[in-house]
T-cell receptor
């Protein structure tokens, strides 16, 4: 069966510090990978998605970036965090095809102070 | 592009009462529709999905949703809710190979 791992679960970082959140998927090959951010009352905002190694689509201009160095690894980064980057970050994977549901990790609660 | 509107941000309901969480979508092409549930401090879990065929789809824990193309709706219903159903519910839409677009969520609070 497929599993998705996302870490850390919680993170408190000062403004201006760097960020690296990691997500890995097991039990499947060539998944589509996604990073979403969830802010209170705003639902889920798609940040990045990837259909293959090195292929990243950015949905929202911001100071975050994503990379996919391996088939089942997806990393969310920032060089300098802003207060507005606080939120709940969710990684997800799906098989190719729009009919394929997303499978989510347990999320990372990021607080920028 | 697709969009999803969840008309109610919060829905309080008494235990064992029925509930309906509303979802409307907008799309110029055929869509796939999903409902997800999120318990506190967890990721989202797939509750049910409509891909094709029967317009009424059911989940294993008593929820059902009906795809209504003419009204562009995919409302979620349960005839009798339990305390354990307290969670946030998200409707989502996808068309072809585009990423899922989510609504803003509806927080269901079941009151004993």
């Amino acid at each position: 069966s497929q599993t998705i791992h996302q870490w850390p679960a919680t993170l408190v970082q000062p403004v201006g510090s760097p960020l690296s959140l990691e997500c890995t998927v097991e039990g499947t090959s060539n998944p589509n990978l996604y990073w979403y951010r969830q802010a209170a009352g705003r639902g889920l905002q798609l940040l990045f998605y990837s259909v293959g190694i090195g292929q990243i689509s950015s949905e929202v201009p911001q100071n975050l970036s994503a990379s996919r160095p391996q088939d089942r690894q997806f990393i969310l980064s920032s060089k300098k965090l802003l207060l507005s980057d606080s939120g709940f970050y969710l990684c997800a994977w799906s098989r190719t095809g729009g009919y394929s549901p997303l499978h989510f990790g347990n999320g990372t609660r990021l607080t920028v102070t | 592009a697709q969009s999803v509107t969840q008309l109610d941000s919060q829905v309080p309901v008494f235990e064992e009462a029925p509930v309906e969480l509303r979802c409307n979508y907008s799309s110029s092409v055929s869509v796939y529709l999903f409902w997800y549930v999120q318990y506190p401090n967890q990721g989202l879990q797939l509750l049910l999905k409509y891909l094709s065929g029967s317009t009424l789809v059911e989940s294993i824990n008593g929820f059902e949703a009906e795809f209504n193309k003419s009204q562009t709706s995919f409302h979620l219903r349960k005839p009798s809710v339990h305390i354990s159903d307290t969670a946030e519910y998200f409707c989502a839409v996808s068309a072809g190979n585009t990423p899922l677009v989510f609504g803003k969520g509806t927080r269901l609070s079941v009151i004993a």
